[in-house]
């Protein structure tokens, strides 16, 4: 049933674009999900489900990951990973759920609340209003493409400044220090194809541009504001480097695709084995 979808709306499932709603707390069955994209109920369950296939396969690889191993050390069964975001980590075949598939197996639950639009300065709010209630034992925190958007050119300011984004992730950071129980990892925005995303009609039509050069101030700060909280730092933005390779983008040139999020799983391992094996 899924070949009667077209591309415009698998690439809004694939952001789960109906999950924005959950942000006023409510919950978004698949029901009314399927009457949103206009397609029927069990042509976007079969979606759902040829994705998650995919992803078991991606992930086959990364279980014999060292960090796979540190994560399983760190976490029991039962326990809980939070992931919240933007886009990038709403994508359907994004990282929190590629850890989502490394997890499962040792009976920790990974909850996607990554919602497609958002900046830092809504992580703050629905970190007190939603996120907090989880109870993770584990957050990954990546918010900062959103906050980077430049609107009526490339001299429009950014839609969050510099000096909020790292005041929004240190009020962020600090709330689940104090009211949770939960080890942080704040993973730096992700840089862009400039000549794609600029380009694109889309984009171009609401006069919206990205700036690396941005980008890379904002990924920094997401490093410092970690490493003064005493929580890990991924540097998601120089994994990728300031001219990523279009192989792994969407066609967009905003978000990483399958590949680029495989990629920045293994980069995340790779950071978390690092990190503790130093103790």
């Known amino acids: 049933m899924t070949a009667h979808l077209s591309d415009a709306t698998r690439l809004l499932i694939d952001f789960n674009v109906h999950a924005v709603a959950s942000a006023l707390g409510l919950a978004i069955p698949d029901a009314a999900a399927a009457l949103m994209y206009g397609v029927e109920s069990a042509a976007l369950t079969d979606y759902q489900a040829a994705i998650d296939a995919e992803l078991a396969h991606t992930v086959q690889p990364l279980h014999a990951h060292a960090g796979v191993t540190a994560l399983r050390a760190l976490l029991s069964p039962g326990q809980r990973v939070l992931c919240i975001g933007d886009s990038i980590t709403a994508y359907r075949r994004g990282y929190a759920h590629l850890l989502r598939h490394l997890l499962a197996p040792h009976g920790v639950e990974v909850v996607n609340r990554g919602y497609s639009g958002y900046t830092s300065t809504h992580g703050v709010e629905l970190t007190y209003t939603q996120f907090l209630s989880v109870q993770p034992d584990l957050v990954l925190i990546k918010y900062g493409v959103n906050d980077c958007k430049q609107f009526d050119g490339a001299l429009g300011q950014t839609l969050v400044s510099l000096g909020e984004y790292a005041h929004n992730l240190a009020r962020i950071i600090g709330a689940f220090q104090r009211h949770t129980r939960a080890r942080v990892l704040v993973l730096t925005p992700t840089p862009v194809i400039e000549p794609l995303v600029n380009a694109h009609p889309d984009i171009s ?75």
Request: with cysteine.
């Open 205 to 279: 039509a609401m006069r919206l541009t990205w700036s690396n050069a941005v980008l890379r101030q904002y990924a920094q700060v997401a490093l410092s504001t970690a490493d003064r909280a005493q929580v890990i730092g991924v540097d998601a933005f120089q994994l990728f480097d300031a001219q990523p390779d279009a192989a792994l983008y969407c066609p967009d040139g905003l978000h990483p695709n399958a590949d680029g999020h495989a990629r920045l799983v293994a980069h995340l391992l790779d950071r978390l084995s690092s990190h503790y094996s130093q103790g």
